[in-house]
């Protein structure tokens, strides 16, 4: 059974930065491509950022390209998000997810992790 374990969330003023980061296990990480989602209060789920397989493609949200970066660590089974010029729109559950692919654009999100509440304060 898959698992996704996010951790990293926190309180954090606008203009810092926090590092998210996914554990993930179950079946063989580098087979799958990965994202992050998150949902703001009273809003729906949205994609953050997704990384195929081999990390070499990835993809942004227009709000926060040049500020997030969404990278993975294959031999370990891990997937970050490193956030900086946090602004207060950014406040939200952030989850890690797998999709059903190597490949973000070619098919959905297969599993998903419970969520890592981040707080951007002004």
């Known amino acids: 059974q898959v698992q996704l374990a996010e951790s990293g969330g926190g309180l954090v003023q606008v203009g810092g930065s926090l590092r998210l980061s996914c554990a993930a296990s179950?079946?063989?990480?580098?087979?799958?491509?990965m994202g992050w989602f998150r949902q703001a209060p009273g809003k729906e789920r949205e994609s953050v950022a997704s990384?195929?397989?081999?990390?070499?493609?990835?993809y942004y949200e227009d709000s926060v390209k040049g500020r997030f970066t969404i990278s993975r660590d294959n031999a370990n089974d891990m997937l970050y998000l490193q956030m900086n010029s946090l602004k207060p729109e950014d406040t939200g559950v952030y989850y890690c997810?797998?999709?059903?692919?190597?490949?973000?654009?070619?098919?959905?999100?297969?599993?998903w992790g419970k969520g890592t509440l981040v707080t951007v304060s002004s």
């Open positions: 997810a797998q999709y059903y692919s190597p490949h973000y654009d070619f098919d959905g999100i297969q599993y």
């Open positions: 179950g079946r063989t990480f580098s087979r799958y491509a």
């Open positions: 990384i195929n397989w081999s990390g070499k493609t990835t």
